[in-house]
Nanobody
């Protein structure tokens, strides 16, 4: 069982900044990758940024250079620093973790947080 809890969403004006945080808790062996996805009204959920346990990061083109993802493997947390926010960034942001549940696991499983609202006004 894994729980992901997000925090840090809110309302900000264009050009401002927000920092999202996500903490994973429960019983599991390890987490391969953690990341952030977002879903705007009427749109499909899309990848924002991911980070592997080894420190490799991946960003959507739309946020590259503005957002920074970071992890603390020991604490099973992931953060998303969002700078130079645009109205197009408005969405519900979801934390994701690719979890290996036991040392014997052959597969990993995707877990999702409940989401946190980010609204950027113009």
């Amino acid at each position: 069982q894994v729980q992901l809890v997000e925090s840090g969403g809110g309302l900000v004006q264009a050009g401002g900044s927000l920092r999202l945080s996500c903490a994973a808790s429960g019983s599991f062996f390890s987490i391969n990758a953690m990341g952030w996805y977002r879903q705007a009204p009427g749109k499909q959920r899309e990848l924002v940024a991911t980070a592997s346990s080894g420190g490799i990061t991946n960003y959507a083109d739309s946020v590259k250079g503005r957002f920074t993802i970071s992890r603390d493997n020991a604490k099973n947390t992931v953060n998303l620093q969002m700078n130079s926010l645009k109205p197009e960034d408005t969405a519900v942001y979801y934390c994701n973790a690719d979890v290996v549940r036991t040392i014997r696991s052959m597969y990993s499983y995707a877990y999702w947080g409940q989401g946190t609202q980010v609204t950027v006004s113009s």
